[in-house]
């Protein structure tokens, strides 16, 4: 019963922005570390950004540091990825994950695409 629901991917030009959501349920969220992955085709699953359980700490991949911005409402049971400056490169499919310590939960949801073109 572990469910991510992400959302507000889209067409996107480049230098431009968006901001991606993850409705989290079947867990208690405020306990749990969250992480926004992305894959784009023919390459592997790449971590993009973590935050730890109270929102107080976060870390992002060299390739993202910089232009992305990740966020979390407890209140919400949501975690947010700010994305500003899109290049081409960030084009993807974008998926949360939750994690009790190094122990992931539940399945990959559906993701939301994030395309960057002019």
């Not at 992305?38 to 971590?47: I, S, V």
């Amino acid at each position: 019963q572990v469910q991510f629901v992400e959302s507000g991917g889209g067409l996107v030009q480049p230098g431009g922005s968006l901001r991606l959501s993850c409705a989290a349920s079947g867990f208690t969220f405020s306990a749990a570390a969250m992480r926004w992955y992305r894959q784009a085709p023919g390459k592997e699953r790449e971590w993009v950004a973590i935050i730890s359980s109270s929102g107080v700490s976060t870390n992002y991949a060299d390739s993202v540091k910089g232009r992305f911005t990740i966020s979390r409402d407890n209140g919400k049971k949501t975690v947010y990825l700010q994305m500003n400056s899109l290049k081409p490169e960030d084009t993807a499919v974008y998926y949360c994950k939750a994690f009790y310590g190094s122990a992931s939960l539940g399945n990959w949801g559906q993701g939301t695409q994030v395309i960057v073109s002019s």
